[in-house]
């Protein structure tokens, strides 16, 4: 099998000399392969810009084995290094085009480094802006383009050459939500048409779910995608308790019980996560991919859970009517197929009794 676009073994990094030396990355493995796309996630400081840059072959590693488009960059030299770059589609947060030129302009540059000139560079400008929904704003200066516009004639310039490695820092930083969607989503795309392996850097929860793979540094660390899943959850949990303490904690709560039900039966069916889904929707103003996270993260919780090992029984303190919202919730996942089992019926009286909880349904 021919090796991956993107490859790591074993890569360490470190900054700085003799008793400042700083290890930075560790011991990090990782392929990336053709028409993958791979998210990079974790909390600042964690080597995430670190690692792409070594991926972008800006640097190279003091330890282990990086091989970008089929290059070895261990130990490289600059020379190497900038020849590899030369391949490699780079996105960042802000677009960086030059703002003296105007779109097409700005394109035409990239495709000059590469010897393309004259008319066929004429063509393949208007081609790429035209895919990027920017066929009418070719002769346009940056500054009189939005900032969502200005990030997609950013992705044409970086994906004009046909790169096999795309590069993407912080794309939708600087995005409101629909811009930032439609960014990612070109680059997905467009990374699929052209096979290209794609590492993106985000702190955007909402573009995880285009990734084929999201790999989550801490401490310059790789760490597993539930590990990822819970801490993004809880930290998403903790923001919203800061901001608005009752619903934080009123969600959490209802999610794990929710679950429990679910699993009731042993088996979490369809008609019972969509329910599922929709009570915590109605519940809070969350976005619902962080719904998503709340909600497979208290399944997995619960999956995870032993019989016999339930969390301590917490007195709700709830009034009346979040008592009877919980109660209801509770009946409306066990009856999401359209019958209550006996087993749901007892996980709904031994929920109701942990919680100090009177089940005015019960028969
Ligand atoms: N040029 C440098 N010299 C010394 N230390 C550096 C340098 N660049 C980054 N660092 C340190 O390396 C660590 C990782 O930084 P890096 O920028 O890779 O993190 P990050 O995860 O991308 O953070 P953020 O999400 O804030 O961009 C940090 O502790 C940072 O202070």
Known sequence: MSQAPIALSEVSYF????????QILHNISTDVQAGEIVILTGPSGSGKTTLLTLMGALRSPQEGALSVLGRELHNSKEKQRAAVRREI?????????LDCLTIEKNIRMAMQLEGVRGGEAGKRAQAVLERVGLGEHAHKKPSALSGGQKQRAGIARALVNRPKVVLADEPTASLDKQSGRDVVNLI???AREEGAA???VTHDNRILDVADRILHLEDGHMKSLSEAVSEGTSRMLNLLEKHDPGSAGYLATLAFA??????????VTDDERAAMRQILID???????????IMELSLIERHTQTVGEEPAGERSGFDDEKSRHFIDSLYAIANADGHISPEEVSEINAIAHEFGLKDYRAR
């Open 188 to 190: 997905q795309d467009l």
């Open 15 to 22: 900054f700085g000399r003799g008793s400042l030396r700083k």
């Open 258 to 267: 929710l679950s429990r039900i679910a699993y009731a039966d042993n088996e």
């Open 283 to 293: 519940v809070g103003d969350l976005a619902e991919a962080e719904v998503d996270f």
């Open 89 to 97: 589609g780079y996105i960042f947060q802000s677009h960086n085009l």
């Open 198 to 200: 794609v590492v993106l």
